[in-house]
């Protein structure tokens, strides 16, 4: 019997389990990061969402400010946690964007403020392609009346559909995937609404 081929093939087998081990560290090094659920000036943010069937996970939350008033809390879910912009801007997969109202607000307000954003993040040339789709958006947004302190607006994009809810209450849709992109400029774009909210729903900075 050759005694010296068993300490050979313990070794072996001890390597093999070592490389196992290195791989599944490398294959959990590897995996996405898992969304967790925050807590954004004290809204609770949960870690996932739902839309059309799609499960959704939590990119990033912030907090929107305007000199010393703090305007609402921002939550973007998408299928996979990412931090390229511009897939975000280009994905025809559904996201929703939620804005919890941290003071009151009308509907007519928060349109104008949108309104501005589209401005700031698109060429005139572009926002004239889209002049019906704006228009459309614009009407059914004023419906919403007035809102306050916890209240939800939740904007969902889908196949370049974009449909906004106010307090829960279904506003209107429309079906323009430039629209989309555009509107995600808002808090995407080269000029955002607010740099530090961008960062925070990209997850690039932590929840404010």
């Known amino acids: 019997m050759n005694f010296d081929q068993k300490p050979l093939g313990f070794l072996s087998n001890k390597r093999i389990g070592l490389a196992s081990v290195v791989l599944a560290a490398a294959g959990l090094w590897a995996m996405p990061p898992m969304a967790q659920a925050v807590t ?12 059309d ?3 959704l996970v939590l ?21 996979q946690k990412t931090q390229d912009v511009q897939a975000i801007l280009d ?4 996201q929703l964007l939620r804005l919890t ?3 009151d607000i009308t509907s007519k307000a928060l349109t104008d403020a949108l ?3 589209l401005k700031a993040n698109n060429t005139e040339a572009q926002l004239a392609e889209m002049s019906n789709t704006i228009r459309d958006f614009e009407a059914f947004m004023q419906t919403g009346g007035e809102g306050v302190s916890g209240d939800r607006v939740d904007i969902r994009f889908n196949q370049g559909k974009v449909s906004v809810s106010f307090k829960d209450k279904a506003l209107g849709e429309v079906s323009d995937p430039r629209f989309a ?18 960062q925070a729903l990209l997850g690039q900075a932590p929840a404010n």
């Open 40 to 51: 954004v000036a004290s809204v609770d943010v949960p870690a996932e969402q739902s839309l």
């Open 53 to 55: 069937g799609t499960a």
């Open 59 to 79: 990119n990033g939350a912030g907090l929107r400010q305007r000199f010393v008033f703090q305007v609402y809390v921002a939550a973007l879910y998408v299928p």
């Open 91 to 94: 994905s025809q997969a559904p």
């Open 101 to 103: 109202l941290l003071r």
């Open 115 to 117: 309104n501005d954003g």
């Open 181 to 198: 992109s555009a509107l995600l400029k808002v808090w995407l774009g080269p000029e955002p609404a607010q740099a530090s909210l961008k």
